[in-house]
């Protein structure tokens, strides 16, 4: 059984830094790609970043593009967030999940195991 652990949330001003860690077990994700997205309250959930596991490829939304930096430590199967200069609109829950493959990075439906969620608030 699948199981993604997401750590490393809280409370920062605008402008500090975060990092978020995933912990995954109970799959071989050598041919898996890792995503996260975040969910603000009234919003849909929406694409952050994804890095693909067996070559580390990476890709971004515009919206965190040169702040935020995903990272994968395959010892021991966890990918990171690396969160810079984070702005009151970063404020939501953040979420890990996986899906079979490269490609089609920020299609939500393609990811079939999703973590429970960290908390990420940004103050003004």
């Known amino acids: 059984q699948v199981q993604l652990v997401e750590s490393g949330g809280g409370l920062v001003q605008a402008g500090g830094s975060l990092r978020l860690s995933c912990a995954a077990s109970g799959r071989t994700f050598s041919f898996y790609t890792i995503g996260w997205f975040r969910q603000a309250p009234g919003k849909e959930r929406e694409f952050v970043a994804a890095i693909s596991w067996r070559d580390g490829s990476t890709y971004y939304s515009d919206s965190v593009k040169g702040r935020f930096t995903i990272s994968r430590d395959n010892a021991k199967n966890t990918v990171y967030l690396q969160m810079n200069n984070l702005k009151p609109e970063d404020t939501a829950v953040y979420y890990c999940?996986?899906?079979?493959?490269?490609?089609?990075?920020?299609?939500?439906?393609?990811?079939?195991?999703w973590g429970q969620g960290t908390q990420v608030t940004v103050s003004s």
């Open positions: 999940a996986t899906k079979l493959g490269l490609g089609n990075w920020a299609t939500i439906r393609l990811y079939d195991a």
